[in-house]
């Protein structure tokens, strides 16, 4: 397949948690990590690895992955993380990169 | 940073062409990958393919056979070309670097250029 899976829309009210997953068609020992991207800009990484954030995202901001499933959680979801996010699934190696569909989040 | 260059207008069957500058290290530094990948308007993101600091590259299958990506680590640049290009090859193309060694990830993104496949 082309691309991954994901809701293609999901909300949030203001405050509270809300969790996209994002269902993989790789073997075991890939990587997942999630991209956040707002109108007119570039994607920024805010989740990697086991649960890693790069310097300067939110702890609001969580992942976990069971299995062939990559989960994203924002924990107390604020107006700004109104964006499109996307996962991606990485082998270890070059030899396999895939992107999830995307899900809009809005925060009511 | 990473900047991306090139036309903003390729007619229909030609060859698209575009390139990534780094500032820093990132394609000079073997820990690193340079990746291409598109995002036609309104849609999400496609992985074009990536390439290793030794020349190593990996293309996603619907585009292989059209694609070629190289480096050339003394300009520290990565290249993109696409061949036989039609109006489905409009997107917005983002070079990006790869941490490759460890949690693989994107760790940085150019800020993309409009490509427009018409006549």
């Known amino acids: 397949s082309s691309e991954l899976t994901q809701d293609p829309a999901v909300s949030v009210a203001l405050g509270q948690t809300v969790k996209i997953t994002c269902p993989g068609d790789?073997?075991?020992?890939?990587?997942a990590s999630w991209y956040q991207q707002k109108p007119g800009q570039a994607p920024k990484l805010v989740i990697y690895g086991d649960n890693k954030r790069p310097s300067g995202i939110p702890d609001r901001f969580s992942g976990s992955t069971s299995g062939k499933t990559a989960s994203l959680t924002i924990s107390g979801a604020q107006a700004e993380d109104e964006a499109d996010y996307y996962c991606?699934?990485?082998?270890?190696?070059?030899?396999?990169?895939?992107f999830g569909a995307g899900t809009r989040l809005t925060v009511l | 940073q990473l900047q991306e260059s090139g036309p903003g207008l390729v007619r229909p069957s030609e060859t698209l062409s575009l390139t990534c500058t780094a500032s820093g290290d990132s394609f000079r530094n073997s820990r690193y990958y340079g990746a291409w990948i598109r995002q036609p308007p309104g849609k999400g993101l496609q992985w074009i393919g990536s390439i290793s600091y030794g020349g190593g590259t990996a293309y996603t299958p619907s585009l292989r056979g059209r694609v070629a990506i190289s480096i050339d680590t003394s300009k520290n640049q990565i290249s993109l070309k696409l061949s036989s290009v039609s109006a489905a090859d409009t997107a917005v193309y983002f070079c990006?670097?790869?941490?490759?060694?460890?949690?693989?990830?994107?760790?940085?993104w150019g800020q993309g250029i409009l490509v427009a496949v018409s006549s």
């Open positions: 790789s073997p075991s020992g890939y990587y």
């Open positions: 991606n699934w990485r082998g270890r190696t070059l030899d396999y990169m895939i």
């Open positions: 990006a670097r790869e941490e490759g060694i460890s949690d693989q990830r994107i760790d940085s």
